[in-house]
């Protein structure tokens, strides 16, 4: 009896000092982990009678709340640490698809991505949390700032307004650094319709938006693909230039109207044009866009080259964050020379997000080099200690710097010259002195209807001295020099502060 009664008692000491372990394990290791997560319903209720920090677009031109939580209706401030807050949006949906929103139920965009911050329950905020504690004041999360520039967002928002509706995104980057200067979709959505603690009206704006088949919930501009029509010749150009097939821009190239292909069906040049004499430079080629001359280019360098190269300016790349998750454009491995030659053009089954368009365009900008696109500038906690920081970072080499200066000449010669296809809405008639880079597309998208074409364009400016890069897709827009560059145009001038 006392022999059973002795390992009954030890038993039950080994369970409290196994309980006591884990009770002490939990608290000293395990707070911040156990604090995110969703089923945790004290911190669900918690979270909002304390301030989340502030999201700011701090990207030049003076920094701009973009975010920040504010006494709920009928709930007066104070420091008992019993004010609800609500989540406020200032600008809703001018930066809708960078904020995404923070609801009752969870959070998207820079909201979720940097949530441990927002929030407060970062591990690198725990001595700021406990000062809190111990002065008596309510918790309050850190602010994140972005390095997006409030006067290119807006008006890359406005661009995108004035296109007549249609489904399009743009993003605008720094070349040299790789920050996100601008991020907008269209058709977009208004965050504060979320901000509601009400969880049946919340049900209800959340099914609505997902009802509605314009899908204003989907950032277009990282998250939505496009065929890139002849701004992929910005790609096959390098290629042809890297491989050494093709001694530059002078060389001459075989373009005939229209193209035999392998397969025996013809390619035509846009309008069945012909291009120059026949057997124009590569420069000729780029700046009338010839197709059957670039074709001619991506048959000699051969379908998997074109995408080795693709993929060095950042093409098939499915791990990419900016924090939010980057849809891969795709350049697929052809090896049948009739469909190389439709790759070639931005054509088969090649497809691009506008973020992959800017990249193209910020590569050959940046001496070949392509940097890590990103939208952190710093997180800084409530007393304004920086936390975070981004540091630029290189993405790849894209090319080598004789190359990019080959296709910079091509690209300022589609602008310039009144040839060119983007003279007359970015060049000298619309932007006088101010000199930028660029290349059109007009994309077949399946659809039977020519004015359906996708508009597409890919720059930089200025030419000389690049600050920023844009990349542009209208679908359904027609030709991109007369319904994607203009929008580019805008946030350019925004940017630069030019008034023409």
């Known amino acids: 009896m006392n022999r059973a009664l002795s390992r009954l008692s030890l038993a039950v000491l080994i369970m409290f000092a196994l309980l006591l372990i884990n009770v002490n394990y939990v608290q000293g290791f395990e707070p911040s ?53 609500s989540r406020s949006y200032p600008y809703g949906s001018v930066y809708a698809p960078i904020t995404g929103f923070d609801s009752v139920y969870g959070s998207t965009g820079i909201e979720q991505a940097y949530n441990k911050y927002l929030s407060g329950t970062a591990s690198n905020l725990a001595v700021h949390n406990l000062v809190s504690l111990l002065t008596g004041k309510p ?3 850190a602010n994140v700032l972005l390095t997006v520039s409030a006067k290119a967002q807006q008006a890359a928002y406005q661009g995108l307004q004035n296109d007549g509706g249609h489904q399009a ?63 992929f010749k910005v790609i096959t150009g390098s290629a042809g230039f890297s491989t050494g097939k093709y001694a530059g821009p002078t060389a001459t190239i075989a373009a005939p109207q229209p193209l035999t292909l392998p397969n025996g069906n013809q390619l035509n040049n846009d309008g069945g044009e012909q291009c120059g004499d026949g057997h ?18 991506g048959m000699k360098v051969g379908g998997p080259t074109l995408q080795q190269y693709a993929t060095k300016f950042g093409w098939n790349d499915s791990t990419l964050t900016i924090p939010m998750q980057v849809s891969a454009s795709v350049v697929p491995r052809v090896t049948d020379k009739s469909f190389t030659a439709l790759s070639s053009i931005g054509q088969f089954d090649d497809q691009a997000t506008p973020l992959q368009e800017a990249m193209d365009a910020a590569a050959i900008a940046n001496h070949g080099t392509l940097m890590r696109p990103y939208l952190l500038q710093s997180v ?9 920081k981004t540091q630029p970072s290189v993405l790849s080499q894209a090319v080598s710097s004789q190359v990019a200066g080959d296709m910079q000449q091509m690209m300022i010669a589609v602008t310039q010259n009144p040839a060119g296809t983007a003279y007359q809405t970015a060049g000298p008639p619309t932007v006088g ?40 897709i209208v679908k359904g827009g027609g030709f991109g020099a007369a319904a994607a560059a203009p929008i580019a145009v805008k946030i350019i001038e925004a940017y630069l502060g030019v008034k023409q």
């Open 33 to 85: 982990s156990l604090a995110t997560k969703p089923g945790n319903a004290r911190v669900f209720e918690q979270q909002f009678h304390y301030q989340r920090g502030s999201i700011i677009a701090a990207g030049g031109g003076g920094n701009v709340t973009i975010a920040e939580s504010r006494p709920a209706q009928g709930s007066s401030s104070n420091n008992t640490g019993n004010t609800t807050y």
């Open 139 to 141: 918790k309050q999360g």
């Open 169 to 231: 995104g743009v993003v605008a980057l720094d070349p040299t650094t790789g920050a996100i200067l601008a991020m907008a979709s269209t058709p977009t959505f208004n965050p504060n319709k979320f901000t509601t603690l009400n969880g049946t009206k919340f049900d209800q704006i959340d099914k609505a938006y997902l009802s509605d088949p314009a899908q204003p919930l989907l950032n277009r501009a990282i998250n939505e693909t496009y065929p890139p029509g002849s701004s």
């Open 280 to 297: 124009p430079p590569i420069l000729e080629a780029f700046y009338l866009s010839c197709n059957t001359a670039f074709a001619n280019i």
């Open 380 to 388: 800084q906690a409530p007393d304004l200690t920086t936390l975070a």
């Open 433 to 472: 002195t101010l000199v930028i880079a660029g290349k059109t597309g007009t994309a077949e998208n399946g659809l039977t209807n020519t004015a359906t074409d996708d508009a597409v364009f890919t720059c930089f400016a200025p030419a000389s001295d690049p600050k920023i890069a844009v990349g542009v």
